[in-house]
C-alpha cells in the first residue's frame, strides 16, 4: 500500500512524536548545566528507539519516522549549540571546548518485514537515500556530518511472511519500541488461499475466525510482541464494529493493551 506522508503523520504523531517533542519542550525548564545534561541524555534515547514495521512495503512508514526523528534530534543539538555559545560569551573570548554536533540515530534501529522481494529491496534503498537526505541537512545546518558513502548497514529489513516470521527474532522487544504501518486488509470473502492459511495459523484455536479481516494477523501479533509499548497500524473499521469484535478483542485486553 501507499500512504500519503500526512496519513503517516496521522499514526506516528500520537503513537510517540508528540511525546518526544513535549518531553524536549519541559527541557527548557532549569539552569544551563541541567538543561545540557538532559538534552544529552534525551539524545541518546533517540539513539536506542527501535521503530518497526512488520508490514513495510517500500518502506514510507519507516521512511518519515526516520526523517521525524532526525529533525528532532537536530533540534536537540541547535538547543547545546546554544548553550555552548553562552558558555563562550561567560568566558569573555576565553577559549571554552567547541561544541562538535553529531549524529547518534542509525538505520539499524529501523526494522521492517516485507512479503514482495522487490518492494523489500526498495524500502533498503530508501533507508540509505532518507539517511542521506537528512546527511545533506545536518551539514547544512551544522557544517559537517558523516559521509553517506561508502553504504553502511541499512535497515533491519527482511523479506519474509510477517504472520509466520517471529517479530521478537528480528526487533527483540527490549527498550523502546513502536510498532507501526500499513498491514494488508483482506476480508474474508476475497482472501487468497494462502492468506486463509495465514490466519488458520494464527487463530485455528479461535471460533468463528474464518470471518475475520486478514489485518487482524497483525493486530494479534502485536499485541502478543508487546509486553510494554505502543502500536499504531493504519486499519478498516471492520476490527472495531460487527461480530469479529467478539472474536478477538477480549483475548487483545487479556494481554494488557487498551485502545
Request: with cysteine; aromatic share 12%; charged share 25%.
Amino acid at each position: 500500500h501507499y500512504t500519503s506522508v500526512t496519513n503517516i503523520m496521522k499514526v506516528i504523531e500520537p503513537l510517540f512524536l508528540n511525546d518526544l517533542n513535549a518531553e524536549l519542550e519541559k527541557i527548557e525548564e532549569g539552569s544551563s548545566k541541567q538543561k545540557e545534561s538532559k538534552l544529552i541524555s534525551f539524545q541518546q534515547r533517540i539513539g536506542e528507539i527501535k521503530i518497526f514495521d512488520p508490514a513495510c512495503g517500500s518502506g514510507n512508514f519507516l521512511i518519515i519516522a526516520y526523517k521525524e526523528l532526525r529533525k528532532l534530534e537536530m533540534e536537540v543539538l541547535s538547543r547545546l549549540q546554544e548553550i555552548n555559545d553562552e558558555k563562550q560569551d561567560i568566558k569573555s573570548g576565553v577559549m571554552a571546548q567547541v561544541f562538535q554536533a553529531f549524529s547518534v540515530l542509525k538505520l539499524s534501529q529501523f526494522y521492517g518485514i516485507e512479503l514482495d522481494d522487490f518492494a523489500h529491496e526498495v524500502a533498503i534503498l530508501s533507508l540509505w537515500l532518507a539517511e542521506h537526505q537528512m546527511n545533506v541537512e545536518f551539514k547544512v545546518e551544522f557544517g559537517e556530518a558523516l559521509p553517506s558513502l561508502p553504504l553502511k548497514k541499512s535497515g533491519n529489513v527482511i523479506c519474509a511472511n510477517a504472520v509466520r516470521e517471529s517479530w521478537n527474532d528480528l526487533c527483540p522487544n527490549e527498550g523502546e519500541v513502536y510498532l507501526l504501518g500499513n498491514p494488508p486488509y483482506r476480508g474474508s470473502s476475497i482472501q487468497s488461499k494462502e492468506q486463509k492459511d495465514d490466519l488458520n495459523f494464527i487463530f485455528s484455536k479461535f471460533d468463528g475466525f474464518k470471518k475475520l479481516d486478514y489485518i487482524w494477523c497483525w493486530f494479534y501479533k502485536g499485541a502478543k510482541y508487546l509486553k510494554k509499548g505502543k502500536l499504531a497500524f493504519v486499519s478498516t473499521n471492520s476490527i472495531c464494529q460487527g461480530e469479529q469484535v467478539s472474536i478477538i478483542w477480549p483475548e487483545i485486553f487479556d494481554s494488557g493493551l487498551v485502545i
